[in-house]
């Protein structure tokens, strides 16, 4: 994909002009957007917490309760974005940078096959 | 931004490059991807818990604080990115085609200045 | 309050006597249960979200706002005894221990006043 | 167990009296407190995360991760009683109530062996 849809920044001014046109930005703080994100991953949460952990992929993969799915995550995206906008983070150069972190403190040779437990 | 690193799609092969070179899709199931991500988000909450809400933008501006927010934040994208994709859905266009809909359901005449309370 | 009903152990007993009428222990594992935990999290979550933080105990007097968080806290705690008695842990004796920890950890003289900051 | 330590309205003042003595309650709103309460439960879940569903009973009774465990199952009630007593919510009888009112919504006869699922 190579259109706008498929960029942070654009998604961001999309969502502050969202909230512009409704004068919504004043219930916009970084901790009620968060209680907000965590509404939307419940809702998530929700749509899985019973199928069995082998069947989700499967399962989700009807239409209906891929859409569910979609919309969730959607929702969840869509708060995180705010979030990082409102806090003047630029999210997706966050993301790169952390990804790069991770390549040099999970190096293959190390982790290969095993799920870093945590204690 | 225009770079690559700001397209979702391109953080998604990403992801799943880091994934694959450690062996680790065999832990990358709906539900345990779902928990990754609640453990992101509450780290992102543990941040800004005990911080009046009117001083969060400010006290996050912080370098310190900002760079935490911002790991935190990196995280829970890249457990949503991931789980996008093992489930097949193309989390841009989710979320373009949800703002659509909000768009409508929720038209500025009708909501202007006012927070929908969820009962 | 000297009654059954607030007794950990016997909202323990309770809750187990519900899942095996229905036949529902079967989804009981420890991971499903925890997505249910989050999932009742977030519709708490989403009650409070946009109101304002100095506003929220007043707001929530009010009989139909209590009661919906009432019935939101009621399924967290009823999810998080469950996932006590699946793992085989004594809720009440764990809480009591981890707060005889908390209390030495934090003497008053040494934090009063002061929210501990998660960096 | 029938000692004072598994009755939540003696939980409620144990905890009530801890943020007294460290002059915490300034810092107990119920935003704040639902924030800390998803730390909470997001550390309970990274423990959860990257088992597999059909192990975590059995790797969860090895004695050092049941102790975590424990330990964050505790840091979760503690916010949640902690949540209710700022409220003024008698969370024991709400659980109660709301057991109630899921046995009437869920007959055995109709819903046994099934998981009610959300869409």
């Known amino acids: 994909m190579t259109d706008a849809n498929d960029s942070i920044s654009?998604?961001?001014e999309d969502i502050r002009e969202f909230a512009r046109e409704r004068d919504w930005e004043q219930f916009?703080?970084?901790?009620s957007l968060i209680l907000a994100l965590v509404g939307e991953?419940?809702?998530l949460a929700e749509l899985?917490?019973?199928v069995p952990a082998a069947d989700a992929v499967t399962e989700f993969a009807?239409?209906?309760?891929?859409?569910?799915?979609?919309?969730?995550?959607?929702?969840v995206l869509t708060y995180l974005v705010r979030l990082a906008d409102v806090?003047?983070?630029d999210l997706a150069s966050a993301t790169a940078r952390k990804m790069e972190s991770s390549r040099r403190r999970f190096e293959?040779?190390?982790?290969?096959g095993?799920?870093?437990i945590k204690r």
């Open 41 to 43: 991953v419940g809702e």
């Open 48 to 50: 899985f917490q019973w």
């Open 108 to 112: 293959p040779k190390d982790v290969r």
């Open 62 to 75: 009807e239409p209906a309760r891929k859409q569910r799915a979609e919309e969730e995550m959607a929702d």
């Open 10 to 12: 654009a998604l961001t």
């Open 114 to 116: 095993e799920a870093p």
């Open 28 to 31: 916009h703080d970084p901790k």
């Open 87 to 89: 806090l003047g983070i």
